[in-house]
Every structure is written in structure tokens, then in C-alpha cells.
């Protein structure tokens, strides 16, 4: 389902409606009263009653009421409990988690007053259940709204078990019947199909018959509606008839409501083709939605001829069995099932015996589709290839998930995770580092699969400050390099280390080993790790003060653009204008440098190059116009590279120029209005960080959020007072009983929520607060 984008003053985010709401007001009053009175509301109800449609406009009603936001995770298509808490994370737009993301999301949302939509849970019950119940504890103004086909079992849930759709009872007489809900969705959706449709005196008993045999089931309703361009009224009551006897036959019956969803269900299938029946079975295997290619190559075969697919996909968007999502710029189209649907179509494949069969085929597809990820993401396709990912998430991860559960299959596994490293680079750090770690672990002979998958999983750990696993790994990749000779091995550790290097403020070391690494994917003519090693120099050598700088940086521009791969590209020009901004005072040219690459990221959401250019702009800005606008750029670059999960903003060589940009501003405008203007920067959304880099943002955007000291807990005002004492993080670990690693941590979350970048910088807030209010 096509998302939409949240305007700049309206934090969070909820899919687009596709299809007009019908009825429902009772239910919707229900909901809004329970929601209001208590902080964990789940609807129940069978599949295909309406949860998600319910809770989608229950969403969009109240969003006003929180000013954090509402947000809305689709869980139907996750299957690892184990990323939930990623999942949630990334949904919120909150990348810098640790291997703990329950307690980052419980910190992040302590005084968040937001509402939570968790989308079929049922699969996950059991891992929902515990996170909810976490994050409510933590977090006294989260609302959280659940759909799922069973209830939560956690303390203080409210329920609501979702109905069908008012159906007239069989004593309503007929003329009084067109008020009831289930008559007027059908209505709607059959005029979708034949616009002259009109419930009148010659169908009105026949359309109360369809909702009554239905049981008023929206989806149900909803395809039958669909065979309403080939079939009669009268028609289609005997053939759900016919679906109904062979459901209750030989068998219990089960449920009226399940056996309406399933009469529906089934009897759409019986009315497909036989070749459009076994596509459905088989699309059952992805996640998350598929792509024409995708289905050609795992679908096609005995029974469903290539060349026939594009027909068949058509012919099942025609009875919404599937449905599509409208193409962009970067992107074919896309199509989605419903999960109850999907369900159908994977007890089918099932009965069939297929299921692993397809599993192996969807595997095979997808670490296809990462080899030539790898092969041609440094090219004009580069856009495409990122954007492609994205939208194939779920089915990577479902892919990895049949790997990583079948023995002997780690392999496989590496193969997939292991080429796309520079996609979990660009914004799924934490969970491609996961995915590694235990492809590793399950591929224990040593070779060259397992060295690139040792390599991809050091160069993650590396930018997530895992430096102990990083090294670790490191030195066994070094070991197999060394056995098979491997120069693009060798190359690829080099830049690993250099960039650990730059990293730790040894610079000089630094460019050596990179310019060692520079010649070494030369010889073996990788151009996008030569790439990555020039602008990794220029990096370095402009720290250094290195001349150097300006011919890495053009070399770096020149083969970025001569490859046309735009993202590539922008870090390129991110050099330049480093470049531009310091060694010739060119501050003009320099912004639109930063800003250029900003825009070529953002069809990508690229937030680490992002956070890169954002710093950058602060740097140029704390030269030229050291100014409010200039604090504020700086505090939003602290909060764009708090979404990307990067940490190389606390890096020793970007915090000196930090430093010295921060001290120049502070010069000028004084040391209260530049706390004020970073604080206002720092509490900015990703969206409106990028607007204000852009130089697009309006005087609404801008309005700083109040109570920046209200955030604080009750531990954390305790600790800015050690601070302020100018006590280390040892000492106050000492003094409050508590390891150093947690001292860190609180430390951290202080400087983050008064948007503040040094402890120099609390103590003088602490200072100027004596009388501050600390929670009790």
C-alpha cells in the first residue's frame, strides 16, 4: 500500500486510504472512547473484518491530539521476532540503536506523547505482547492501538472485537434495508466496477441476500463486488451456495463469519483460471509485496508459461486478489496481496506439497538479485537499485530467515546479506550486522563466501562502534585474504581499517593505509572501491591539512560522474565542497555543493550521506554567518545523524571542527542564545532538519519545541547536576553505585535531549538552572 508523506509540521506516518471508509460510526465511537480512556486498545476480529481499515481512520482522527505523532507499523509480513524492536525502531525513524532496540525505543519514547499503530500481530503475539508492555512502562504519555486476530494478554489492555457490517435482519422489510452498512459498501465498491450500478426494487433482495450470505465481511463484500462485471446477482448466490456446501461438507462447520471469508475466498479462487490459481499458491512465498521480474522468475514454470505472467498478474488485479501501487521515477510497479488472501493461497501451495520447492526458488531469486546489486549499483542505476531495495525488505529478509532455518544453508545466506552491504549501510546498520553475524556463525568453513561475509560484517560493526567484533573479524578475513591471494580482499580491509583510522584522529596512519587499499582495487579494476578509497583520503587529507585534498576529491567527482551513479556522486561532491568552503573561502559554492548532494540523497533517504552534508553546511555556516541560523543548522545536524544510527559525528576529526565552529558562533552571539538556537535545531524531525539545509524552511517549521528540560528523568537531572560539579563519568559511577557504561549512557541521552554537544555546555546549562524542576 502506497504511503503518504507526512507534511513538515505533522510528525508521523500513516498509509494512504485507497478506498472510500464506509459506516462504522458505532465502532469508531467505541474505539475513540476506549482509546481515550486507556493506553493499550486492541481490535479483534476475524480476517478480512476490517481492523486495519478501522484503526487507519481511528489514526487519522485523532493525530492532532499528539504532538509526537501517530505512526503506523505493518507487522503481517515479519516473521522473526527478533527484529521487532528494529522494526519499530526504523518505523519511527529512530536508526542509532544498539543490540538492545527495546531500550532504546523505551529511552526515545520516555517522553514522546504519541500513538503507536501495530498492525497484524497476531504472528508476533507473544514478542508484541512483551514490547508493549515494556514501552508502556516506559513511556507514561504512549497510546498504543492494536490490530490483531488475538488479544495481547497484557495488563491494562482494553479490547474491542471488531464486527462485520450491519446486515439487515430477514424481518426488515427490503424498501428500509439501503441504510444498513453492508449494503452500502457493496454499492460502492460493485460502482467502482459498473458505475450505473443502484441498489433499486428489482436487486434490493438479491444484494440483502449477498450481505447476508457474506455476514456482512468487508472483504468478503468486497470480492464479491469485483464479479460483478461478469456475473449476475442471482449468479453469484448460487455459486457461494455451491462454496458454502463444499465448505460445511465432511467436516464441523466452523464459525458463520470464518466460513463467509472463506466461501468468498474460495470461491474466487474456484472462479480463476487454472493458471491464474497456481500464480496465486506461488505468490504466497513472497513478503511485502512483488514486482513483475519477480514473479516471471520465481513463479513461472509447469503450468504458468513466462510468457503468459504479465496476463495472469493483470487478471488477479482484476479480482483484487492483488493489487497495485503506482510507479515512480525510480521504481515498476508494484503489487501487493492482502494477507488473509496470501494465507489462502499458502495453504494451497501447501496441500500441493510446493512450498519449499517455491521457498528454494524465492531464495535463489534473491541472491541473484544481490550479485547483480553488486555488479551494478556504481552505474546511472544506482538510484534505482537502492530504491529497489527498499521495497524488497521483506522479501530479504524472508529469503535470509528460510536460510538461516534450514541446515546447511548459512551459505546462501552470506550470499545475500553479504553483496548489499552498502544497502544495510544506508540505514539498516544494526539489523545487516545481525543477519551477518548469524550467517557467519551457521557457514563455519573458511572460505571465500565466509571471507566476504566476515568482511561486510567488520565494516558494519566498524561505523556501529562495535570495534572489538570489528577487529575480531578483521583478522581472520586478513587470514583468507592471504590464503587465496585475494587483492580485492586485501583492498577491502585496508579501507576498513583506514576509515577506523580516520575515525580514532590518526591521520596520517590513516592515509597510508588507504592509499595502499587505492592501489590495490586499481589493480584488480574495482572502480567502486576505488571510489570509496578516494573520497575516504579526501576525507583524511582534509583533516590533515593535506594539499592532497583537492585532487582526490575532483578524482573522486570525476569517476563518480563518469560512472553516473548519482548517489556516489554526491559524496564526491560533499569532498568538493569541503574543499571549496576551507582552502578557498568559497562559502556560496560550497552550500550549493552540499546542498546538491543533500537532494541527490533524499530520493534514497540516505541519511548518513545526509548527516554528513548537514555537518558540513553547519561548518561553512559557522564561518560565513556565524549567526542564530547557523547554531540551529548545527543542532540539526546532531539530529539527523541521530536518525541515520552513524555515529561518526562523535568521531575525534568532525567533533574538532564541531569545536571550532560552535566556539566562533558562541563568540558572536553569546552562550544563551546559541544554547536556544541549537536546542531548537536539535529537536528537529529528519524532514525538517533536510528543509532548513535546504534553506526551505518556514517560520511554522522552525518553532522550537518547549520544555527541553522537562525531558529529562529523574536519574538524568541527578547526573547533569554531577556534571555540572565537573564530575568525569567514572566519578559519577563511583558516586551513584552504577557501572561507567551505564554513567555513558545516561550522559549520552542528556547531551541528546538538551540538544547539546558537549558536557561543557550542560554544567553551564545546570549553572544557569539552579531552581530547574526535577520530576519526582
Request: one cysteine or more; charged letters at 25%.
Amino acid at each position: 500500500m502506497a504511503e503518504s508523506k507526512p507534511a513538515a509540521t505533522t510528525r508521523g506516518r500513516l498509509p494512504a486510504e485507497l478506498t472510500s471508509f464506509v459506516g462504522r460510526r458505532r465502532a469508531l465511537a467505541d474505539t475513540r472512547r476506549l482509546l481515550s480512556s486507556s493506553r493499550l486498545l486492541t481490535l479483534t476480529g476475524v480476517g478480512g473484518v476490517g481492523k486495519t481499515r478501522l484503526a487507519l481512520r481511528m489514526a487519522t482522527e485523532v493525530r492532532r491530539t499528539f504532538p509526537d505523532g501517530v505512526w503506523f507499523v505493518e507487522l503481517g509480513a515479519l516473521q522473526d521476532p527478533a527484529l521487532l524492536g528494529h522494526t519499530l525502531a526504523g518505523a519511527l525513524e529512530l536508526s542509532q540503536v544498539s543490540a538492545n532496540p527495546t531500550a532504546d525505543l523505551a529511552e526515545y519514547l520516555e517522553d514522546k506523547h504519541l500513538l503507536l499503530v501495530l498492525d497484524n500481530c497476531e504472528q508476533l503475539a507473544e514478542a508484541c505482547a512483551v514490547l508493549v508492555s515494556k514501552l508502556l512502562a516506559a513511556a507514561p504519555q504512549l497510546r498504543i492501538l492494536v490490530t490483531s486476530r488475538h488479544v495481547l494478554g497484557v495488563e491494562g489492555e482494553q479490547v474491542l472485537s471488531v464486527p462485520p457490517l450491519s446486515t439487515p435482519p430477514v424481518e426488515v422489510l427490503a424498501a428500509d434495508a439501503d441504510q444498513y452498512e453492508s449494503l452500502v459498501l457493496f454499492a460502492d465498491r460493485v460502482r467502482a466496477m459498473v458505475p450505473e450500478f443502484v441498489i433499486d426494487e428489482t436487486n434490493r433482495a438479491q444484494v440483502i441476500e449477498v450481505c447476508r450470505r457474506l455476514d456482512g465481511i468487508p472483504l468478503a463484500l468486497e470480492l464479491a463486488a469485483v464479479w460483478m462485471r461478469t456475473l449476475s446477482l442471482s449468479q453469484i448466490i448460487d455459486r457461494l451456495e455451491d462454496r458454502f456446501k463444499l465448505l460445511t461438507g465432511g467436516r464441523p462447520a466452523g464459525p458463520a463469519r470464518q466460513q463467509a471469508l472463506d466461501a468468498a475466498i474460495g470461491w474466487s479462487y474456484d472462479l480463476c483460471s487454472p493458471a491464474e490459481r497456481l500464480l496465486w499458491e506461488r505468490l504466497s512465498v513472497f513478503a511485502g509485496g512483488f514486482d513483475l521480474e519477480g514473479v516471471e522468475e520465481v513463479c513461472s514454470g509447469d503450468g504458468v508459461e513466462r510468457e503468459d505472467v504479465l496476463g495472469l498478474v493483470a487478471g488477479l488485479v482484476n479480482k483484487s486478489i492483488i493489487s497495485r501501487t503506482i510507479a515512480t521515477t525510480h521504481t515498476v510497479a508494484w503489487y501487493d496481496m492482502l494477507g488473509t488472501i496470501c494465507h489462502y493461497g499458502g495453504r494451497q501451495l501447501a496441500e500441493d506439497g510446493r512450498t519449499r520447492e517455491f521457498r528454494l526458488r524465492h531464495r535463489d531469486y534473491y541472491r541473484t538479485l544481490a550479485a547483480r546489486w553488486e555488479a551494478d549499483s556504481f552505474s546511472p542505476r544506482q538510484a534505482d537499485w537502492f530504491i529497489r531495495l527498499r521495497r524488497e525488505h521483506e522479501n530479504l529478509r524472508v529469503a535470509l530467515d528460510f536460510c538461516l532455518a534450514e541446515p546447511g544453508e548459512g551459505a546462501a545466506a552470506l550470499e545475500i546479506a553479504a553483496p548489499i552491504w552498502n544497502f544495510w549501510f544506508a540505514g539498516f546498520l544494526r539489523e545487516g550486522l545481525r543477519y551477518l553475524s548469524r550467517a557467519i556463525d551457521a557457514t563455519p568453513e573458511q572460505t571465500p563466501t565466509r571471507a566476504k561475509g566476515i568482511w561486510a560484517g567488520a565494516y558494519l560493526a566498524m561505523f556501529l562502534g562495535e570495534a572489538e567484533q570489528s577487529i575480531r573479524l578483521l583478522a581472520e578475513c586478513a587470514e583468507l585474504a592471504e590464503r587465496y591471494d585475494d587483492e580485492r580482499l586485501r583492498s577491502r580491509i585496508a579501507e576498513v581499517q583506514g576509515q577506523a583510522l580516520i575515525y580514532q584522529g590518526e591521520l596520517a596512519s590513516a592515509v597510508a593505509r588507504l592509499e595502499s587499499g587505492l592501489a590495490g582495487y586499481r589493480a584488480v579494476q574495482d572502480r567502486l572501491g576505488e571510489f570509496d578509497m578516494l573520497v575516504l583520503l579526501s576525507a583524511a587529507t582534509f583533516f590533515l591539512g593535506d594539499p592532497r585534498v583537492d585532487a582526490f576529491s575532483r578524482a573522486a567527482y570525476e569517476l563518480a560522474d563518469g560512472q553516473g551513479a548519482a548517489s556516489s556522486k554526491a559524496y564526491a561532491l560533499w569532498g568538493r565542497a569541503l574543499v571549496l568552503w576551507r582552502d578557498h573561502d568559497q562559502f556560496e559554492e560550497a552550500t550549493r555543493s552540499f546542498r546538491t548532494a543533500i537532494r541527490l540523497w533524499q530520493p534514497l533517504n540516505d541519511r548518513t550521506g545526509i548527516g554528513f552534508c548537514l555537518q558540513g553546511l553547519s561548518w561553512c555556516a559557522g564561518s560565513a554567518t556565524p549567526d542564530e541560523g547557523a547554531a540551529r543548522l548545527m543542532g540539526a545536524s546532531r539530529a539527523v545523524w541521530r536518525s541515520s544510527g552513524a555515529h561518526v559525528d562523535e568521531t575525534t576529526p568532525y567533533s574538532q571542527f564541531d569545536d571550532q565552529a560552535e566556539e566562533r558562533i558562541r563568540a558572536v552571539i553569546g552562550d544563551a542564545t546559541f544554547d536556544q538556537a541549537f536546542a531548537q535545531g536539535a529537536a528537529y524531525s529528519f524532514e525538517q532538519a533536510v528543509s532548513l539545509a535546504l534553506g526551505e524552511e518556514t517560520e511554522r517549521d522552525g518553532a522550537t519545541k518547549p520544555g527541553m528540560a522537562g525531558r529529562l528523568t529523574r536519574r538524568e537531572h541527578e547526573i547533569a547536576g554531577l556534571i555540572g560539579e565537573g564530575l568525569s563519568n567514572r566519578e559519577i559511577a563511583a558516586r551513584l553505585v552504577i557501572s561507567q557504561r551505564t554513567a555513558e549512557t545516561h550522559v549520552e541521552h542528556i547531551l541528546s535531549k538538551l540538544g547539546f554537544s558537549s558536557r561543557a555546555q550542560v554544567a553551564r546549562w545546570v549553572a544557569e538552572h539552579p531552581d530547574r524542576q526535577v520530576p519526582r
